[in-house]
């Protein structure tokens, strides 16, 4: 183990996913282990700039691995983008002695910390905590578990009232880059379609197949939008749709930022354990500008351009199984 690294500052930025305080526990506890102090940075890149830093121990951690949001609370900061910002929060991370940092967040965050590691090159590593499941270098991000878990259930329970009344609902969950969350939710929750951002479906087609479900007697059918559809969303398609049928009773629910919060999964607070972990180690063994990831179950270290200029796929293999059970 390099033992250059004497003081890990860490932070959670963007936007907040369940699992962020299990990572974060981890961070600190590994950087304690590994005899090396470790600082708390509040509000994200704000908090840099504001001088917010906190010393963290074991203790501080405590009691928060099952609890949803960020104890660090988290902000986007405009002043970070800026020089000046960046120069506010170097000094800031020089006046505590902070020589390297962990961050947990999206690509927004890992965007930031890679300029700041090209100005000061202050050895950092990302820790991929966002609930769309976007970021290239990883099967899985912190949070995305959680998310689609809190979306199925509710899926479930609007199920039941669509079959009650003879009802159509269109239901729109997170994602406005990514389907991630809304194809495992249809294929979950038993949607008679999917409308994600990368799979292209004319409004005839989906016409064609509700129209179908008609004409079969089918009694009730939910459709899951990811919100970036390039349909629209689900108060749009569900205005287009009500304009052409006779047989729904048609309505529209928004779940929205109640799939953010939440008790984290025990997947997703495994997984940010072993993240957070492994941004520890990573930064000891000499790793920097680099990204957590894991891939068939072994942790990897993404670099920069790896995550920035590559696109998580949608598996085409979930794309032909939610087709398959539509019918």
């Known amino acids: 183990m390099d033992s250059k690294i004497s003081k ?14 299990a990572a974060l526990r981890a961070v600190v506890r590994a950087s ?27 203790r501080s951690v405590g009691n928060i691995i099952q609890r949803g949001g960020t104890i660090l609370k988290s902000a986007r900061s405009a002043e970070f983008r800026t020089k000046e910002g960046r120069e506010k929060a170097y000094a800031n991370l020089k006046k505590h002695g902070i020589d390297s940092l962990v961050a947990i967040g999206g690509d927004g965050t890992f965007t930031g910390l890679h300029k700041f590691y090209e100005e000061y090159s202050v050895p950092s590593i990302c820790i991929p905590g966002t609930i769309d499941n976007d970021l290239a270098g990883t099967d899985y991000t912190i949070g ?5 878990n809190t979306a199925v259930e509710a899926i479930d329970k609007i199920r039941d009232t669509a079959i009650s009344h003879n009802r159509l609902f269109f239901i729109e969950v997170m994602g406005r880059n990514s389907g991630y969350i809304a194809l495992n939710c249809g294929i979950a929750g038993g949607a008679v ?3 994600i951002p990368e799979e292209s479906i004319t409004l005839e087609e989906l016409f064609n197949k509700l129209d179908e479900g008609g004409k079969t007697n089918k009694k009730s059918s939910l459709i899951v939008v990811a919100e970036g559809s390039k349909l629209g969303g689900a108060m749009e398609l569900a205005s287009k749709f009500s304009a052409r049928n006779n047989y729904f009773d048609i309505k529209v629910t928004i779940l929205g930022h109640l799939q953010r919060g939440g008790t984290p999964t025990y997947f997703d607070r495994v997984l940010a354990s072993k993240m957070g972990i492994a941004a520890v180690e990573g930064l000891i063994k000499g790793e920097k500008d680099v990204m957590v990831g894991i891939r ?13 200029n590559h696109i998580h796929e949608i598996d085409s293999e979930s794309l032909r199984i939610a087709k398959i059970l539509s019918i």
């Open 32 to 58: 304690i282990y590994y005899q090396k102090e470790v600082y708390g940075i509040m509000q994200g890149y704000e908090g840099m700039i504001s001088g917010e830093i906190v010393k963290l121990g074991a």
């Open 8 to 21: 890990i500052g860490v932070f959670t930025s963007g936007g907040d996913a369940p699992g962020m305080n």
């Open 144 to 148: 995305y578990d959680t998310a689609t």
């Open 193 to 195: 379609a999917t409308i």
């Open 296 to 308: 068939n179950n072994v942790i990897v270290y993404n670099s920069f351009d790896t995550i920035i």
